[in-house]
């Protein structure tokens, strides 16, 4: 793939969205059917293409066939008229914009992960509008559910939830249902350790490989005779069920392979039984392995992948990847800008989530067509930094670079890979960048 098949897939993917302006705009018999000084065409750029500036210095930076770039009340006006549905559809096309994407022994390595998103205060918006406790003050919230490709530094798949609805096993189930079928293996951290996501994810035939808490309580270990060594890889084979009645309380002693669901546990398989009616179950496979990491400091993980294929040594390597979508969402939000909105409005706040998704998309392919120079023996290995390549695929797209200068750019943007570093997580409190205090 060559960097010019990127620019000609954003430009085929946004001719094909004005090409069916009815299904994007509000008014399908009005909007976006006049020649305006802000067609259909360059609303869609501009939006998918801004940075982190104010609304005024954005509209300046971007090139205009005037003399004088497009007002602020007037651009408000026509983004007014696209649906939030335009920007979906883009960031849905860019998910699968890199060609023979890389594979980990015939899987796609799907990392499935939340992330808070700090969105400009509006009480009226009452889906993300949260009223502070213990003396903070009110703040708009909204939850991000993603599933991301790993090997292939790709956003596949969203979920957006108001922080009043926030439920990420929900959302996981969702993704498993609607994915793709190919050869997919979903790596999950402990807040979806659930039977019904692994439910899901055997109903539609897929792998999985979910880290699980290691207390026994509230935990699918707690509930398992297991044995009592630092280190053990057991096949475990549950039958789940609603009913519990004396016939199947004598089952339940049998802790390895039954288990009851209570009505008030979501699982999406098994129907409320009546008194009268016979046990319903479902068959439910899984590994549970606990290993060793550095030191004394061990983890367990549910999987359903093969023992022979994919031993203990091999999950630890494939669970340690699935720190990337950490760092994808830390790229997303400060380099890409999705923590820098310009405006309040609900539905204008979607549609660049959605562009910055796409732009994070865009970018990730236009990386994988640069070749970083390995001839010279250097001390250190390199990649391309991902916020310089935003910037330059931000002139590319927006016809500033070439595509041969661009190109030239990007591999010359490189930063060191240091391995094996680890550095002890703090959790900070993350803000949106308000818009009087923005770059000027």
């Known amino acids: 793939m060559m960097l010019d098949d990127v620019l000609h897939k954003l430009n085929d993917i946004l001719d094909?969205?004005?090409?069916?302006?009815?299904?994007?705009?509000?008014?399908?018999?009005?909007?976006?059917?006049?020649?305006?000084?802000?067609?259909?065409?360059?609303?869609?750029?501009?939006?998918?293409?801004?940075?982190?500036?104010?609304?005024?210095?954005?509209?300046?930076?971007?090139?205009?066939?005037?003399?004088?770039?497009?007002?602020?009340?007037?651009?408000?006006?026509?983004?007014?008229?696209?649906?939030?549905?335009?920007?979906?559809?883009?960031?849905?096309?860019?998910?699968?914009?890199?060609?023979?994407?890389?594979?980990?022994?015939?899987?796609?390595?799907?990392?499935?992960?939340?992330?808070?998103?700090?969105?400009?205060?509006?009480?009226?918006?009452?889906?993300?509008?949260?009223?502070?406790?213990?003396?903070?003050?009110?703040?708009?919230?909204?939850?991000?559910?993603?599933?991301?490709?790993?090997?292939?530094?790709?956003?596949?798949d969203v979920i957006l939830q108001g922080c009043h609805?926030?439920?990420?096993?929900d959302a996981f189930s969702t993704f498993a249902d609607r994915s793709s079928p190919e050869k997919t293996l979903y790596i999950a951290d402990r807040n979806y350790e659930s039977y019904n996501c692994m439910a899901h994810c055997i109903a539609n035939g897929r792998d999985f490989l979910t880290r699980a808490k290691d207390s026994n309580e509230r935990s699918i270990k707690g509930g398992l005779e297991l044995p009592d060594t630092d280190e053990f890889d057991i096949d475990i084979t549950l039958k789940l069920t609603r009913k519990n009645s004396k016939e199947t309380r004598d089952l339940f002693r049998l802790k390895n392979e039954y288990r009851w669901i209570p009505s008030t546990s979501r699982f999406d398989y098994l129907s409320k039984t009546k008194h009268k009616e016979e046990a319903e179950f479902f068959t439910l496979p899984f590994r549970i392995v606990r290993f060793r990491l550095n030191g004394d400091s061990y983890e367990i993980v549910l999987t359903s992948l093969d023992r022979n294929l994919f031993p203990s040594d091999k999950l630890r390597e494939i669970y340690a990847l699935r720190w990337g979508i950490e760092t994808s969402f830390r790229t997303l939000k400060y380099s890409a800008g999705m923590l820098a909105f310009h405006?309040?409005?609900?539905?204008?706040?979607?549609?660049?989530?959605?562009?910055?998704?796409?732009?994070?998309?865009?970018?990730?392919?236009?990386?994988?067509?640069?070749?970083?120079?390995?001839?010279?023996?250097?001390?250190?290995?390199?990649k391309i930094n991902n916020a310089a390549a935003l910037h330059i695929c931000r002139k590319l797209f927006?016809?500033?670079?070439?595509?041969?200068?661009?190109?030239?750019?990007?591999?010359?943007?490189?930063?060191?890979?240091?391995?094996?570093r680890s550095y002890k997580r703090i959790n900070s409190r993350k803000i949106v960048f308000e818009f009087m205090y923005r770059v000027a």
């Open 398 to 420: 927006s016809g500033i670079f070439s595509v041969e200068m661009s190109a030239r750019e990007l591999a010359r943007s490189v930063s060191v890979i240091r391995d094996n």
């Open 343 to 382: 405006s309040r409005k609900p539905k204008f706040v979607r549609q660049e989530i959605y562009a910055r998704l796409a732009m994070y998309n865009l970018t990730a392919a236009a990386m994988s067509c640069i070749s970083i120079d390995t001839s010279q023996k250097k001390k250190h290995r390199y």
């Open 165 to 169: 609805e926030i439920n990420e096993t």
């Open 16 to 156: 094909e969205i004005v090409s069916n302006r009815s299904e994007y705009v509000t008014d399908p018999q009005r909007d976006m059917k006049r020649k305006r000084k802000l067609p259909m065409r360059q609303m869609l750029e501009r939006i998918l293409l801004m940075g982190g500036g104010t609304l005024h210095n954005e509209l300046l930076d971007f090139p205009s066939d005037s003399d004088l770039p497009p007002s602020t009340p007037a651009f408000v006006q026509q983004r007014d008229k696209l649906k939030i549905e335009a920007f979906e559809t883009i960031f849905r096309n860019t998910s699968e914009i890199i060609r023979n994407p890389i594979s980990y022994d015939g899987y796609r390595l799907i990392a499935v992960d939340g992330s808070d998103i700090h969105i400009p205060l509006n009480k009226n918006d009452t889906e993300t509008f949260c009223i502070g406790t213990n003396g903070q003050k009110p703040y708009n919230l909204m939850h991000l559910n993603a599933t991301y490709d790993i090997l292939n530094n790709t956003y596949l």
